[in-house]
């Protein structure tokens, strides 16, 4: 199980780290990311880290404002996200197991994220 938290609503240029805690099987040895979802429009990946952390990507739109980061003691996958714009509004959601390209296998229930202009 994934559960997402750290969502809200911001004025543009403000900043929020969302957490992704899991439970209930170990994570320690999977590939994570972050997926967000805004209205009429298809998911898309926003960022992405390996089991260790050392080697993390990200969408174009986010790159140099978003930053993935994990802490397997705490089983906890972060994504800190600053400098935001009213495009980066959507439901944020943190999935976990690679099992293809950008597909998951556990996915949580997903946080709302709502920038105001």
């Known amino acids: 199980q994934l559960v997402e938290s750290g969502g809200g609503v911001v004025q543009t240029g403000g900043s929020l780290r969302l957490s992704c805690v899991g439970s209930g099987r170990t994570f320690t040895y999977d590939d994570m990311a972050w997926f967000r979802q805004a209205p009429g429009k298809e998911r898309e990946v926003v960022a992405t880290i390996t089991y260790n952390g050392r080697r993390t990507e990200y969408a174009d739109s986010v790159k140099d404002r978003f930053t993935i980061s994990r802490d397997n003691a705490k089983t906890t996958t972060y994504l800190e996200m600053n400098s935001l714009k009213p495009e980066d509004t959507a439901v944020y959601y943190c999935?976990?197991?690679?099992?293809?390209?950008?597909?998951?296998?556990?996915w949580g229930q997903g946080t709302q994220v709502t920038v105001s202009s």
């Open positions: 999935a976990a197991d690679l099992v293809g390209v950008q597909k998951y296998r556990y």
